[in-house]
């Protein structure tokens, strides 16, 4: 029996267990969206924007670790979607991107909404297809899954005109195998020299170590060769901050990663691939260490820092490669660095007292500025914590999609955004979403009127010339959050978090904006 390309479409996604979509409507996806409807077993959360979609598509997945499934017109409605995409593939998002576009009779024609969406996004994707022919939807779209979440993960975008919608064809199910992952094992014996060699290695663990989902291997492995563990913000969750061997998160109000650096003779680095801001802060070489590197991604390895010795395959293998074939140490640098703090200052007081009484298993989002770097370094993430973070693209206006789509992919996780006034604004719209589908989203909201890093930057580097970095506005954030339906209370104090928290875990039914307002020369 023959089906139409959107019912051929709808049923495709079924068949690789979509239960949960973001999209926002128009004319070229709504011969998708009616077979979506018509279907009844794939829940179709509207957001307030296409943006605010890839952005709850990313944290879906991020959250869940399956692909996070958008959908979205033609031309605005396409290019809406390309910082989220690229925000994806900066951090190796398992994303399938489905967008409209006009009949194939129009193509190149510059007709109405008609933009080359494949053109356009392929520099930030793993993969693309145009399909023309109805007859290839189940093949395409398995294929797109399959790619998204094999190997070094990634958005795949998935373009289909118009006419290709109402084309009928039959379904076959297709048989997909994706080309297997290349790995380059050949210097292992260098790598087990190196570090059964080395006296005080190090650990450096990026988002390669929690997507590879071997908690249990790493904690061995440094156990093994008593190395501490530092994270990059993409590798928070990959290695507990309880552990004894963790020296927390490699960001600038954390000293202890920079200091162990200065003393370390080797670096393992677990699947980062040392991009610039950590080469601001933590990845200060001494001449004297070594570096090993393993990596899912071949190009990842001498890309930014020539390895010693490396492995490029998935680290589950490569742990499991290693372990019995490293020696025990006894010493560790641990024993040289002494013990972590914070700064006595209000973000950090008010995040950890946010923190104290969250319950397990929590999710903490942010967007990008000084309150992300406050919240990887105030939060503990043990257990099954999740931080979601734009680390690579770094997006402002990132977090409340995210967060929403955190959100879909686990509603009895405690979730919290922690963000500020500049990077809100940029998607404040989507409060009204949560709102709608009545999330318990926890909006902790600083607002010293500014954007901060950027401040930071023109009091370092611009002799204090703060152009066009001070919003003055003049919104009544709370005010604003309860107009959309919200909660909203104000915290200024750690004992006023504490109670604001407790208060906003009560409410199951409905979001809370914590409004916390701080001085605009906070931390100068």
Request: hydrophobic letters at 45%; proline letters at 6%; charged letters at 20%.
């Amino acid at each position: 029996m023959k089906s139409s390309g959107a019912w051929l479409v709808a049923r495709s996604l079924l068949n690789q267990g979509v239960d949960t979509l973001f999209c926002y409507p128009g004319a070229a996806v709504l011969p998708l969206l009616d077979s979506l409807c018509a279907l009844e077993q794939i829940n179709c959360v509207l957001t307030a924007g296409e943006q605010g979609a890839v952005f709850a598509a990313d944290g879906y997945a991020r959250s869940s670790g399956r692909p996070g499934v958008v959908i979205a017109t033609s031309g605005p409605g396409a290019t809406n979607l390309v910082t989220g995409i690229a925000d994806a593939f900066m951090d190796s998002v398992p994303l399938v991107v489905i967008t409209g576009n006009v009949s194939t009779d129009k193509l190149g024609r510059d007709s109405f909404q008609e933009v080359d969406t494949f053109g356009i996004t392929m520099p930030v994707t793993k993969y693309g297809y145009i399909v023309k022919n109805a007859e290839d939807i189940p093949a395409v779209i398995s294929e797109a899954f399959a790619i998204a979440s094999s190997g070094r993960k990634g958005p795949v975008v998935i373009d289909i005109p118009e006419n290709v919608f109402a084309q009928t064809a039959e379904y076959r199910c297709p048989e997909i195998s994706v080309r297997p992952l290349k790995k380059d094992l050949s210097s292992i014996e260098k790598v087990v020299s190196l570090i059964n060699g080395s006296r005080y290695p190090l650990i450096y663990a990026g988002g390669g170590a929690k997507a590879s989902a071997c908690k249990p291997l790493i904690e061995k492995f440094a156990s093994r060769i008593n190395a501490p563990v530092a994270t990059s913000m993409m590798g928070i969750g990959a290695f507990d901050c309880s552990h004894p061997l963790s020296i927390g998160t490699a960001v600038a109000h954390n000293p202890l990663p920079a200091r162990a650096l200065q003393s370390a003779d080797l670096l393992v680095c677990l699947g980062a691939r040392f991009a610039s801001k950590a080469e601001n802060g933590f990845l200060t070489y001494n001449k004297k260490m070594k570096l090993v590197h393993i990596d899912i991604d071949m190009a990842e390895i001498d890309k930014n820092h020539t390895a010693d010795g490396y492995l490029a395959c998935d680290l589950k293998e490569a742990l499991e490669l290693l372990l019995p074939r490293l020696n025990p140490k006894t010493e560790s640098l641990v024993s040289l660095l002494g013990s972590p703090s914070l700064p006595p200052s209000l973000p950090f007081g008010l995040l950890a007292a946010a923190d104290s009484v969250l319950p397990p298993s929590k999710t903490v989002v942010t967007d990008v500025g000084l309150h992300q770097l406050w919240a990887a370094a105030s939060f503990k993430f043990d257990g099954n914590d999740k931080f979601i973070s734009s680390c690579g693209l770094g997006s402002m206006g990132f977090g409340t999609g995210a967060a929403i789509g955190a959100l879909f992919a686990d509603g009895s996780s405690p979730t919290v955004l922690v963000t500020g006034d500049g990077s809100f604004n940029m998607d404040m719209n989507e409060l009204a979403t949560a709102v709608r589908y009545k999330l318990p989203l926890i909006v902790m909201l600083f607002d010293n009127n500014s954007l901060g890093m950027i401040r930071k930057f023109q009091k370092k580097s611009y002799r204090g010339r703060y152009f066009c970095s001070t919003l003055n506005l003049r919104t009544d954030y709370a005010a604003l959050a309860e107009a959309m339906g919200a909660r909203a209370v104000r915290a200024n104090s750690e004992e006023s978090m504490v109670s604001a928290v407790k208060d906003a875990l009560k409410h199951k039914d409905k979001p809370t904006l914590i409004h916390i307002k701080t001085p605009i020369n906070i931390l100068d």
